[in-house]
């Protein structure tokens, strides 16, 4: 449809003005809103940014942009998932034909393409390319305008295409040769979370308002998700074969991506996950904001963090452990010095004298040259450091940071269990092997977990945070203390540890210079913490990661935090 018949029709003028905005920028969104069956769903409401409060919305049906030319439709169904629908340029045209003739027409620009180095750069002689390969019709004049490029027909040797297909072939052909393909504008969606294919059918994705979604990306036969599978795993420099099956890897922005190949390992066929890295990770408060733990939490926290107590997050898989592990890390003293070791790089230290070592096994396990993490924390015990956080223990290494602990070094870690004692059960059982008079060196264990709210909804809740007193030899026995509490019916906190607190009465204090007989001024420290974490979220609006690391370093310097 021309432009201006396009912005004539019925539909435009019922857009509210920033709607309209949009569509004047990218009129490809005005023509994806001609296919949707507005008489049954309605006219989708436009967000030009996205609030948590959307969550509570029965029935959704909304649009907001990605980027300046993408844009996604959140769309209810009767079924169980909503859809994800990604909005992109050429998303009226179809230009499948002329695409098979531009890629054998790229083939001649392989010696350009290899001197560019960067995306940027192959970018660029992409689109150069492009140009020189397709020349625009005037939209006006029957087949060679409307049809050209479809037909591949020629103008002095230049494919010739409208230019909204050839709008549609620039997006096309970058998203496919430099991104990650129909992946794309999910990978560059800052709300998704994680990104899933299970086999044939549809992707998944998990979005941080709207929960699980389905996306109408679909893989309807084995050989379409195997050339896929394959497609990502050489474009991330990582290949899947028969006899390298299973990849795990990082992508250029730092996210997480698993790659299965074939059927003979996957009954329903090769299948991926990505998980996305953020670029500025969630703040301590903005989790109290989305009701993860409350202010007392947080400031039990920062007194625990702050005096180097050896401190684990555990829960299971997908239940925020990493996330609030990395929240907390803005309580680490700002002249600290920090060492990071994980076996895939998501935690993101706001500290300037940050060391990140991350494990390596290059496919070298046999020649015994890998670099596992057991190694990494050998080592960085001989470059004393403050502090020690490990992204995650699974094996030999968590016996090296018992034995860290021994030393006095403070160590944080994220840890697979679903309670104290199924940890303690882990830590001293094979392969970890920690003897158990070593485990009492572990000071305090967050529980976490994804849960279901009084509302009905899924949520992620620090269930409980946990003091460990001491271990006794003759029965064999642990003690510790439960000083937090989750309540599921009101969803809120309970300090059932107030006045009770083994870390802050006999060990927190006494660094602090808080006589025996006065200890429970400690408490006192904590409620102080906790109104001055309220103000700085509530009343100055600080929530980012790295400013809050800013602002508790000089109230630390001037002594009131």
Request: aromatic share 8%.
């Amino acid at each position: 449809m021309p432009r201006d018949h396009l912005f004539q029709c019925g539909l435009y003028p019922r857009l509210p003005e920033p709607f309209r905005e949009a569509c004047q920028q990218s009129t490809h969104l005005l023509e994806y809103l001609h296919l949707v069956p507005i008489d049954e769903a309605g006219i989708p409401q436009y967000h030009a940014q996205l609030s948590r409060s959307l969550c509570d919305l029965e029935k959704r049906n909304l649009i907001y942009p990605v980027s300046d030319d993408v844009f996604v439709h959140i769309l209810a169904t009767d079924d169980e998932r909503d859809l994800y629908i990604p909005i992109e340029p050429g998303v009226t045209q179809d230009v499948s034909e002329v695409m098979l003739q531009i890629d054998d027409r790229l083939m001649g620009f392989t010696d350009e393409f290899a001197e560019a180095e960067s995306d940027e750069a192959r970018k660029q002689v992409l689109l150069n390319c492009l140009d020189r390969i397709c020349r625009t019709g005037n939209g006006q004049s029957g087949k060679s305008s409307l049809f050209g490029g479809l037909f591949g027909e020629k103008n002095n040797g230049a494919l010739v295409v409208t230019p909204k297909q050839l709008e549609a072939i620039k997006y096309l052909t970058v998203r496919e040769k430099i991104g990650m393909g129909i992946l794309q504008p999910m990978v560059d969606d800052p709300h998704i979370e994680d990104i899933s294919c299970s086999g044939l059918g549809n992707i998944f994705v998990e979005h941080k308002i709207f929960n699980s979604l389905k996306s109408v990306a679909t893989f309807s036969t084995h050989e379409d998700v195997d050339a896929f599978v394959l497609r990502l795993s050489e474009r991330i420099k990582r290949p899947v074969s028969i006899r390298n099956p299973i990849v795990d890897a990082v992508l250029p922005d730092g996210s997480r991506i698993n790659i299965v190949y074939g059927r003979d390992i996957s009954q329903r066929g090769s299948n991926f996950s990505i998980r996305k890295f953020t670029d500025t990770p969630l703040s301590i408060l903005e989790l109290v904001g989305f009701g993860t733990l409350d202010y007392r939490m947080a400031a039990y926290l920062s007194l625990v963090i702050e005096e180097g107590m050896n401190t684990f997050v555990i829960g299971e898989t997908a239940s925020g452990k990493t996330t609030l592990l990395n929240a907390i890390t803005t309580f680490i003293p700002p002249t600290a010095k920090v060492i990071s070791i994980e076996d895939t790089p998501e935690l993101q230290v706001p500290h300037k004298n940050w060391i990140r070592e991350v494990a390596k096994d290059m496919g070298r396990k046999e020649q015994g040259t890998a670099v596992t993490m057991f190694d990494l924390l050998k080592a960085a015990l001989r470059q004393r450091p403050n502090i020690i956080i490990i992204g995650e223990i699974r094996g030999e290494e968590g016996n090296i940071a018992f034995g860290a602990m021994q030393t006095g070094h403070a160590v944080m870690a994220t840890f697979h269990a679903a309670s104290v004692e199924k940890l303690i059960q882990r830590l001293s059982g094979n392969p970890i092997s920690v003897p158990k008079n070593y485990i009492d060196n572990l000071n305090v264990v967050v529980i976490q977990s994804a849960v279901k709210l009084p509302s009905g909804k899924m949520g992620r809740r620090a269930l409980s945070i946990n003091e460990i007193v001491a271990y006794d030899p003759t029965s064999s026995s642990f003690s510790f203390i439960e000083v937090f509490r989750w309540d599921q019916a009101t969803d809120t906190f309970e300090f059932v540890g107030n006045k009770n607190s083994y870390i802050l009465e006999q060990k927190i204090s006494l660094m602090r210079g808080i006589p025996p007989h006065k200890r429970w001024q400690i408490y006192d420290v904590v409620e102080r913490r906790a109104r001055i974490l309220e103000k700085l979220h509530k009343e100055k609006g600080v929530t980012n990661f790295y400013e809050l690391l800013k602002v508790l370093a000089r109230a630390q310097r001037e002594g009131v935090f």
